[in-house]
Nanobody
């Protein structure tokens, strides 16, 4: 099973920036999905940004973060980054890294990782 280690959360004022980092261990070489989800309810997480590392690649951003957040992936390090700029108070919450090997991107976006590969979560707090 893939293990994920997150870092980079913290507290900033509105308009500030943070970069989240997630390192994955033991992932397959190609066709992986990685992304960041935010806890939106006691039992629910919604995708914020995600990336597909297979042929052609693809990225997804929730409408609320387009133009402000950038997701990127370092293949050599099996690491995904989320650069968050122009942060707003409503961006705050617990962010979880997720990963799935040999994934179907659309399913990953709607259902999250198929085998429950989640990081431990990192808190983002944005004060107004």
């Amino acid at each position: 099973q893939v293990e994920l280690a997150e870092s980079g959360g913290g507290s900033v004022q509105a308009g500030g920036s943070l970069r989240l980092t997630c390192v994955a261990s033991d992932m397959a070489v190609s066709s992986n999905c990685m992304g960041w989800f935010r806890q939106i309810s006691e039992n629910g997480r919604a995708v914020v940004a995600a990336i597909f590392t297979g042929d052609g690649g693809s990225t997804y951003y929730h409408d609320s973060v387009k133009g402000r957040f950038t997701i990127s992936h370092d293949n050599a390090k099996d690491t995904v980054y989320l650069q968050m700029n122009s942060l707003k108070p409503e961006d705050g919450g617990m962010y979880y890294c997720a990963a799935e090997e040999h994934c179907v991107f659309s399913h990953f976006l709607s259902e999250g990782p198929a085998f429950g590969n989640w990081g431990q979560g990192t808190q983002v707090t944005v004060s107004s």
